[in-house]
């Protein structure tokens, strides 16, 4: 029987056992390491893993995503730094290496931890608010750019802006970018612009360099300059793994002058397209409104004429001929009615007339001396002068004997 120091390992135990004996040991877990960065690889995954190498030995580092997020910027191969972390067991692979949560240039400690203590300071102010951060102009008009006249940033700018966009008039607020004056001068230059000049974007750009030579953008006095700015500003400091508390406050962060100087402005071909966008649009925009305003010009110009006296007074002309018409033909239909109505009344008056009756034989007799029509035997007496009339005229006659007048009993 095997006894306890007899005891079998696997590969897996053991490691998860020195793990523990590492994890154990308080001085492991917080601890600065220094040395030179080798063999730097950053994946897909964002976690940075690299070797801390003395010369004479070599020590694995790695750097979790959330944590190399932080970091002032990226370090590089050859760099002398310092690293803080804890050692474990990387337990899949029997490796122990530095867990590391923070790394700073050799020297550079101070700094860091000035960098940091300030960061926490404005970020609580709320200076690094995003919600502060403000649009940019689409055709900027006028830029200011705040650097060093003679340094390769303003050149690097300047090239952009005469292929990009060369309208756009450039307004160049000079100072110097390092050194113990640079802070001072850096506010001032952007408070100059904001006074004088009426700047549509500002441009706050140098080129790369150390953290010490890199400083003037983490100063608070420079910090405060580009939040209290009244146009946005873009930064464009150093290089694009630098990390500046002057990007934090600014509207845009660009990874290099060139960069900020093309966030800044509009490709003149671009600017081209919208033109033609526009006036293609335009035109058919004129071409709609034209054709509605020639339809309706067609509608009022109708209008006018149904509603205009000329036409009411040939509508009334021509309606009062209709009615002269149909009155015309209702009185000759109506004489003509009356005509014929006339015609049949004289006839009927023709055929019971006493001419009729006198031409079947029948005469009228009057007395010759006052016409009186004789109706009775008794308005006549013997001798008395008659006028008797016939169909075809009358002639006189004398009444000889007149009987009497006798009643049927």
């Given at each position: 029987?095997?006894?306890l120091?007899?005891r079998i390992?696997?590969?897996g ?6 793990r ?5 040991d308080y ?14 690889s950053?994946p ?6 690299f070797?801390?190498?003395?010369g004479?030995?070599n020590l694995?580092?790695v750097?979790w995503?959330?944590?190399?997020e932080?970091l ?10 310092e ?9 899949a692979g ?13 020297g550079?400690?101070?700094l860091?931890?000035?960098f940091?203590?300030l960061?926490?300071k404005l970020e609580?102010?709320?200076?690094f ?8 102009p ?6 200011g750019?705040?650097t060093?006249p003679?340094?390769a ?5 300047l090239?952009?802006?005469?292929r990009r966009?060369?309208?756009?008039e ?8 390092q050194?113990e004056?640079a ?17 549509d974007?500002?441009l706050l750009?140098?080129?790369?360099g ?7 953008f983490?100063?608070?006095?420079v ?5 209290a700015?009244?146009a946005?500003?873009?930064s464009g ?7 500046i508390?002057a990007?934090?406050?600014?509207d845009r ?21 919208e033109?033609?966008?526009?006036t293609?649009?335009?035109?058919r925009?004129?071409?709609?409104r ?6 309706g010009?067609g509608e009022?110009r109708?209008?006018?004429a149904?509603?205009?006296p ?5 509508g009334?002309?021509q ?11 209702s ?32 005469a009228?007799?009057r007395?010759?001396a006052?016409q009186a ?10 001798g ?9 005229g009358?002639f ?8 009497t007048e006798?009643?049927e009993?």
């Open positions: 029987m095997l006894g120091q007899d390992w696997t590969p135990e053991l490691n998860r056992h020195v523990q004996l590492l994890e154990g001085r492991l877990q917080d601890l600065w390491v220094a040395g030179e960065i080798a063999n730097l950053q897909a995954s964002g976690h940075l893993y070797s801390l190498t003395d004479s030995a694995r580092c750097i995503r959330s944590e190399a932080g002032p910027r990226l370090p590089r191969d050859g760099e002398a730094v690293v803080h972390g804890h050692l474990s067991v990387y337990e029997g490796q122990y290496q530095l867990y590391a949560d923070r790394i700073r240039l050799a550079e400690g101070e860091f931890q000035e940091m203590r960061k926490q609580g102010e709320g200076l608010d995003p919600q502060r951060k403000r649009p940019l689409r055709w900027p008009k006028r830029l750019v705040v060093s003679t340094g940033a303003l050149r690097d700018v090239n952009v802006l005469s966009y060369p309208l756009v450039v307004v160049l607020s000079p100072t110097p970018v050194g004056v802070p001072a001068a850096i506010a001032q230059a952007l408070a100059a612009l904001d006074q004088h000049s009426a700047c974007v500002v750009v140098r080129g790369g150390s953290m010490e030579d890199l400083w003037a983490n100063t608070e006095q910090v405060r300059a580009v939040a700015s009244r946005p500003v873009i400091i150093g290089h694009e793994t630098d990390v508390l990007d934090f406050a600014a962060r660009a990874p290099t002058p060139s960069a900020a100087a093309e966030l800044a402005t509009p490709d003149r071909q671009d600017l081209a397209v033109i033609g966008r526009l293609r649009g335009l035109r925009a004129w071409q709609g034209r054709q509605a305003l020639r339809q010009l009022a109708a209008a006018l149904t509603l205009a000329q036409a009411r007074l040939a009334a002309r309606r009062l001929d209709e009615l002269a018409g149909r009155t015309a033909l009185l000759s239909h109506s004489l003509s009615l009356r005509r014929a109505e006339v015609e049949a009344m004289a006839q009927t008056l023709h055929a019971i007339g006493p001419l009729q009756v006198l031409g079947r034989g029948y009228l007799v007395l010759s006052d029509l004789v109706r009775s035997v008794g308005q006549v007496s013997p008395a002068g008659l006028q008797v009339q016939v169909s075809d009358s006189s006659a004398q009444a000889t004997a007149v009987p006798t009643s009993g």
